[in-house]
């Protein structure tokens, strides 16, 4: 598991993260959400590493994440950003190839080419293998970068065993409605699959109703609520963590509740 314990981050005199823990388990969709400014992408950053905090650790599978070499780091954890800008036109098969830079030397150019393709095959890419990165879509990027921290974990079937933990931030942004919905059911449905532990910042309350097994409100940098989605997201969690109303109705299409937002400051009536 990684495990964040009494993370607690200050910047210019605020607290951006307060007293935060949380659990990433293998095979399981843990989603953090709250209003801008939560301390969301912040505490990601903290589990990825790239931002320490003033108290508390990160755990990875018992060992401290600060402590692990950056090699054996890339190997367990991978992060998709909220955006990539590059600044050469890279082509996709360059782009996925960054994942498998920190065992670039243990591998053939044979081995690594054949890695690509299989992601780019899993990921349905493959018309895509020349194309340079900047002229695709937003949905199409998001799969090359999906792509990319696949390879970086290599989590297939035939990799060594190992928990392996997949980090990401606002993966939905910019995406359309379709492909928000699209690029999450893939992500979580090869994580899944793949024994990954996953780890999102997301904003849209039905997608997480949909997807995630865990839930984390977080307001003003503490965490307002947390546990299984079926249990935690409620109409009194959501309000707390938004200060909107909502009603919450069984979906009629799958197993979970679907949720509308109410108008803000608006009188809750339930329905007749």
Known sequence: MM????????????????QVSCTVRPGQVTVVMGQNGAGKSTLLQCLAGSVGADAGAVEVDGQCLAALPPEELAAKRAVLAQSVHLSFPLTVAEVIEMGCYARYQQWTARQRTARIDHYLTLLDLQPFRDRSFPTLSGGEQKRVLLAKCLLQLDADPAAPSGNRYLLLDEPTAALDIGQQFRFIDLATSLARKRGLGVFAVLHDLNLAARFADEIIFLRDGRVLASGP?????????????????????????YAGPLITTLPYERPYFAPA
Not at 3 to 18: E, M, P, Q, T, V
């Open 3 to 18: 495990r964040a314990k009494g993370l607690s981050l200050h910047l210019g005199g605020r607290a951006i993260l307060d």
């Open 229 to 253: 989605t079926h249990a935690i997201l409620t109409r009194t969690t959501i309000r707390d963590t938004f200060d909107v109303d909502c009603l919450i109705q069984e979906h009629p299409h």
